[in-house]
């Protein structure tokens, strides 16, 4: 696979998160998908979700949580089976009310038949865990 073609599949599951399209993310997806997330003291999600019923529980599980504002790509990079995936969120805690805003990075992993298997994101774990933190 070249890297454009992995970089193009990157933005079809973002375009699909976005406008909430489970079923078209979950067709970019190896059946063994891992989906990992930083350690969130306080925050509504697990650090691991595995197969696609598990992203599909992520979709579920962030659905109350958190109103997201925005969404920035701000690079992509990509290498041999691997794409890294610099940007930015912003958006409020439903809970508490509480604004957030942290840089991230995403780095996914691909399988030789063009399938997304991994998925880990790093991020400012500061900022969000004590959005759900802080009170109405």
Do not use: C
């Amino acid at each position: 696979m070249s890297n454009q073609a992995q970089i193009d599949i990157v933005q079809k599951i973002y375009a699909a998160f976005g406008t909430g399209d489970v079923d078209g993310m979950l067709a970019l997806l190896d059946d063994s998908i891992t989906f990992e997330l930083p350690n969130l003291p306080g925050v509504p999600l697990d650090t691991l979700y595995t197969g696609k019923d598990g992203v599909r529980q992520f979709m579920v599980d962030r659905g109350p949580a958190i109103e997201y504002k925005s969404f920035v790509i701000d690079q992509i990079f990509s290498d041999q089976d691997h794409v890294l995936v610099l940007g930015q969120t912003s958006g409020t805690v439903l809970a508490t009310g509480s604004p957030f805003s942290y840089e991230w990075v995403q780095v996914f992993t691909f399988t030789p038949d063009d399938l997304v298997v991994k998925f880990r994101e790093f991020m400012d774990t500061y900022v969000l865990v004590n959005a759900f933190k802080a009170p109405k």
